[in-house]
């Protein structure tokens, strides 16, 4: 929770240089355009072409957070788990072996921070370098394009002085593109009302006003009918709005408190509908732990599960063959029951209904012949 609320403060902190920085820039831009012209523009490539380097290590470093926040979770549940039984660690002289797991945790959490703090030394550094090859850039770009190959001590000083001044602008938008990356959120409800249907005047859920941030796990929990499934449904979009708006990043995924399968092979239950990619197909099934329970199935990914038990009323004999159990009825009561097979085998009451089922399609199909 600390770090969460620090990077929401750092956010507005540099909040600011969002309208600030564009404009800092334009009007560096426009005045060193007129001191050396379009070579400028050499020096705005360069800028341009650092924003998506700094992107990148912001979103690595967030991630690299988010595995922080894992180890240090565990470590500090098991610290809390010695704190709570020291008694019977000492008791039982079970220091050293406690020690070493935490410490374990620790390297783990060490090793991601020290991947975080390389990355933002590399950010830093060029960013602080940024100006020097802007300046770089633009002077040789001038050299190139002049006609005399020649630079005077005017205007290298007065481009100097705009380059020093557009330093603060582009060390402000690495910071602000690093925090602002941070802190974005993934669900946002903001006073938001539902109901289940307009005709009812009582909102089901009111003044629902939520932001759960990228990466997060969020548990809902309250009384039996306090609102917590309604509240899924709302962000799904399943209840009518009469208020608010709710904000969803990217596509959703949704596991309903009653599990559910299709009625085809385990594949297409674990594709449902995307197409195949072998290697993320193998990363699921591992991620999901399936490989003991895949060797034990006749058919691993390919066998078939959906409903054990099935009972079709129909007139259509030609499926009878497929089913394991016929029920034969006959002014209501059951005749027979058996397979298709065992029905067929002796001269029951299954065998004479096909029997004139067959009889009065042939005559039917003769007489469509004749009349065509």
């Known amino acids: 929770m600390a770090v969460d609320c620090q990077r929401i403060q750092d956010t507005f902190t540099y909040l600011w240089s969002i309208m600030s920085v564009p404009v800092q820039t334009a009007i560096g831009i426009f005045l060193l355009w007129q001191i050396v012209g379009p070579s400028c523009l050499a020096g705005l490539v360069v800028l341009i072409l650092l924003v998506p380097i700094n992107s990148y290590v912001a979103v690595k470093q967030r991630q690299l957070q988010g595995e922080v926040m894992r180890w240090k979770g565990a470590r500090t549940k098991l610290m809390n788990e010695v704190l709570n039984g020291i008694k019977v660690l000492k008791m039982y002289a079970w220091e050293l072996p406690?020690?070493?797991?935490?410490?374990?945790?620790?390297?783990?959490?060490?090793?991601?921070?020290?991947k975080i703090a390389f990355l933002q030394g590399f950010s830093t550094f060029c960013w602080l370098l940024a100006p020097f090859i802007v300046t770089l850039a633009t002077f040789a770009t001038f050299l190139l394009m002049s006609k005399s190959h020649f630079f005077t001590a005017k205007k290298a000083f007065v481009a100097l002085a705009l380059f020093n001044i557009l330093r603060l602008p582009i060390n402000l938008l690495s910071q602000t593109i690093s925090v602002a990356v941070q802190v974005k959120f993934a669900i946002e409800t903001e006073r938001g009302t539902f109901t289940w249907e307009r005709s009812i005047t009582q909102a089901t859920l009111r003044e629902i006003n939520l932001k759960i941030p990228e990466g997060h796990l969020v548990a809902v929990v309250g009384q039996v009918g306090s609102g917590k499934s309604s509240l899924i449904s709302a962000m799904l979009g399943e209840m009518q709005k009469l208020q608010g708006k709710v904000t969803l990043k990217g596509t959703v995924a949704y596991v309903p408190q009653s599990a559910w399968i299709q009625n085809a092979t385990l594949m297409d239950n674990i594709l449902f509908g995307k197409t195949f990619l072998h290697k993320k197909y193998k990363k699921v099934l591992e991620a999901c732990a399936l490989g003991p329970d895949l060797d034990i199935l006749p058919g691993r990914d390919l066998i078939e599960i959906g409903e054990k038990t099935r009972v079709l009323v129909t007139h259509g004999v030609h499926w009878l063959p497929m089913v394991d159990t016929i029920v034969v009825m006959v002014n209501g009561r059951i005749s027979e029951i058996g397979s298709y097979e065992d029905l067929m085998s002796h001269d029951g009451?299954?065998?004479?209904?096909?029997?004139?089922?067959?009889?009065m399609d042939v005559r039917s199909e003769i007489n469509d012949q004749e009349f065509f």
């Open 98 to 114: 406690f020690q070493d797991k935490i410490l374990a945790l620790r390297r783990h959490e060490l090793k991601k921070l020290i």
């Open 349 to 359: 009451p299954f065998a004479q209904f096909l029997k004139t089922y067959l009889t």
